[in-house]
């Protein structure tokens, strides 16, 4: 059988690696969002020691290769599907550095605005939430979409705690079929870019849109 | 922080959910579904010797498995630590994995095949002789060249590959001489139409058994030896064999094991 009659048998089973991959890419992200924004805030705005424990614990996720941070929650005594491993541990390792993300972010904003929400006599936490954070998230969806895109690619190491993902698809088909694999990791790459593509139109987009006349803007275009 | 509570509580339930009772209602099989004849995935479904094997044993023994693919970088670990129950993956018997897991009776035996260009004119002897070669890294092939050739001082080159696969590549772009794998596995290379041919095999007798947590938690061993034997009894395993390995005989299974570890 030609490596192509192979591939276009296996179609469906492609399709259905791509989705896990965006599966396992749609909880990394959201996990990541979570962990991120919540330690984000923290550790601009949280009460000591908290900023120091959260800056320990984000230096500690960026130093350890996602890799090594899969098999140690998948060693470690539970029994979730090899999915919920693939997502708690990317997902932690992208919280960390989503973190950064929208710290970065938030510092952007001038604390004059901070100030200035305080003498209209908002509160701390209202001002964070009806001032600084609409900005500053803005602002961060760029750095985020590139997050994004180097998430998407990570999740091919999920094959390691036995997600079947794309890679791990191509990866059957390699092996029964004693050969193609320049045909078959040349269709993933295929699929990866396309993942990635889309997905950074789709926030390009998004940014065009909550575009708020008057602020700055990173795109002198509308890109997509 | 409501979101890290709510995550440590799940941790917590997984944890617990781990408790082992006397006998499961399903047994997780792992295998590494990038090893044809014996276990490989076609269309989304498991196939080859080895699944066909522990899914005929467990029907005539009365349990039910699931089979789960794992790379095998991860596979005798995730046996060792009970995250899966049994291995049935052409798992070689050796002393170092007889630590960690324990195995049933042998039911295959394979040797070493020696593979080179098709349109080469070395042979088994002048394959390993002042020449690069290569190995699927942790595999019995890759460990015979290191304690049987290198180690004994002879002028050879061992490179390790991720897989098989990678490593014919190679000898057929000429950046190698030879490869060492399995017998069975070095003929789907040549039955595949790889530019390869085989020119020698070490007889090195290696068994393949299957294999469960050490301890052998659930009482799986005696239930595996026993199915096998009825398998060869009732004359499905020669069946078994015929479809898989045409024109090889077929000898009484279970095997006796010839690995002694201290």
């Given at each position: 059988m030609s490596g192509l009659e192979s591939l276009i048998k296996e179609l469906l089973w492609f399709w259905r690696g791509t989705l896990v991959t965006v599966e396992v890419l749609g909880g990394v992200m959201g996990l990541g969002l979570a962990l991120g924004l919540s330690g984000a805030v923290l550790q601009v705005y949280g009460p000591p020691p908290l900023p120091a424990l959260v800056t320990g614990l984000e230096r500690l996720l960026r130093g350890v290769p996602p890799i090594v941070l899969l098999l140690l929650v998948f060693y470690l005594p539970w029994a979730p599907p090899p999915l919920v491993v693939a997502i708690v541990a990317l997902g932690l390792c992208s919280g960390a550095y989503q973190s950064q993300i929208f710290r970065a972010a938030i510092q952007s904003i001038d604390r004059r605005q901070t100030e200035a929400a305080r003498a209209l006599g908002m509160s701390a936490p209202q001002a964070i939430l009806h001032v600084i954070l609409p900005q500053a998230l803005r602002r961060a969806i760029g750095p985020w979409s590139n997050e994004f895109s180097s998430q998407i690619k990570d999740t091919s190491l999920a094959y390691i705690v036995g997600v079947v993902e794309i890679l791990r698809q191509a990866r059957y088909v390699i092996s029964y079929t004693y050969g193609n694999s320049l045909l078959v990791y040349g269709f993933c790459a295929l699929i990866y870019f396309l993942l990635t593509r889309a997905g950074n139109a789709a926030l390009y987009r998004l940014e065009a849109r909550l575009w708020v006349p008057g602020c700055e803007r990173r795109l002198l275009k509308r890109r997509v | 922080m409501k979101r890290v509570v709510l995550l440590l509580g799940v941790v917590c339930v997984f944890a617990f959910g781990t408790l082992q009772g006397e006998e499961k209602d399903v047994y997780i099989v792992g295998v590494d579904a990038a090893f044809p004849p014996f276990t490989w995935v076609e269309q989304g479904e498991f196939r080859g010797f080895d699944v066909e094997v522990i899914q005929a044993i467990a029907d005539l023994e009365g349990f039910a498995v699931e089979f789960r693919d794992l790379p095998w970088a991860t596979i005798i670990t995730a046996l060792a630590q009970a995250k899966i129950d049994l291995i049935a993956s052409g798992l070689t018997v050796t002393c170092e994995r007889d630590r960690v897991i324990d195995f049933s009776s042998p039911y295959w035996e394979v040797d070493q095949a020696v593979l080179v260009r098709?349109?080469?004119?070395?042979n088994a002897i002048t394959a390993f002789n002042g020449t690069t070669v290569g190995a699927q890294a942790g595999t019995t092939g890759y460990q015979w060249i290191e304690d049987n050739l290198v180690a004994q001082g002879v002028d050879i080159d061992l490179r390790a590959y991720e897989t098989y696969d990678m490593a014919i590549r190679d000898l057929e772009n000429g950046r190698i001489a030879a490869v060492l794998c399995d017998t069975d596995t070095a003929q789907g290379f040549v039955d595949a139409g790889r530019r390869v041919k085989i020119v020698g095999i070490v007889k090195t007798g290696e068994q393949y058994a299957y294999a469960v947590t050490a301890g052998d938690p659930y009482g799986l061993l005696p239930r595996i030896n026993a199915g096998l034997r009825s398998l060869y009894q009732s004359g499905a395993w020669a069946e078994l064999v015929a479809r898989y390995f045409p024109g090889r005989p077929v000898g009484p299974v279970p095997l006796k094991r010839t690995t002694t570890c201290e």
């Open positions: - | 098709e349109d080469s004119d070395l």
